[in-house]
């Protein structure tokens, strides 16, 4: 049975090795107020996995410090027109100089708001933002910071739909 509507909120995540959170195939979670910190190095890890969610899915004031890996990752998920996936107020800071990025998104219906991402990666496989192949994208009022080498703002595929606005880059 599949579980549905339910909620991870104020929860600690310390050095798990590969996923802190995995969700899949789940109608409207909800990922909020949690600390996720991992100190190990594993360019596979994953803070916040969503994998072919749907409805009202929203990743909301978390705290991610990475050593590498990605922080938010929503991959195939897809919101409604009346009700949009949500990625907000979320903090993303990679801790060293290993290759890590902030947020990954693929699927329909996304906003990514109001999120603060910092990386530093010593070669273009890293980025603070990375979309792919996602219909109606609304990306407005983050700060994205890259330290090292690699991307700001990384988009593959195609975005139709797409608006973004007053983004610090």
């Known amino acids: 049975?599949?579980?549905?509507d339910f909620i991870i909120r104020d929860n600690v995540f310390q050095d798990q090795y590969e996923y802190a959170v995995y969700v899949y195939?789940?109608?409207?979670?909800?990922?909020?107020?949690?600390?996720?910190?991992?100190?190990?190095f594993n360019s596979l890890y994953r803070g916040i996995f969503l994998s072919t969610c749907r409805d009202s899915v929203i990743v909301s004031k978390n705290k991610l410090l990475l050593?590498?890996?990605?922080?938010?990752?929503?991959?195939?998920?897809?919101?409604?027109?009346?009700?949009?996936?949500?990625?907000?107020?979320?903090?993303?800071?990679?801790?060293?100089?290993n290759n890590s990025s902030g947020i990954a998104a693929s699927g329909n219906?996304?906003?990514?708001?109001?999120?603060?991402?910092?990386?530093?990666?010593?070669?273009?496989?890293?980025?603070c933002l990375s979309v792919n192949n996602v219909n109606y994208?609304?990306?407005?009022?983050?700060?994205?910071?890259?330290?090292?080498?690699?991307?700001?703002?990384?988009?593959?595929?195609?975005?139709?739909?797409?608006?973004?606005?007053f983004n610090n880059l």
């Open 25 to 40: 195939l789940t109608k409207s979670p909800k990922v909020i107020s949690n600390t996720f910190t991992s100190t190990l």
């Open 67 to 97: 050593d590498s890996g990605v922080g938010i990752t929503c991959s195939s998920t897809n919101g409604l027109p009346s009700n949009y996936v949500t990625i907000d107020n979320n903090v993303v800071y990679s801790t060293s100089t």
């Open 137 to 165: 994208l609304e990306v407005k009022n983050n700060i994205l910071q890259q330290k090292g080498l690699g991307y700001v703002y990384y988009t593959t595929g195609t975005q139709t739909n797409f608006q973004s606005n």
């Open 109 to 127: 219906y996304i906003n990514i708001l109001h999120n603060t991402i910092v990386v530093n990666g010593p070669t273009t496989g890293s980025y």
């Open 1 to 4: 049975t599949t579980v549905n």
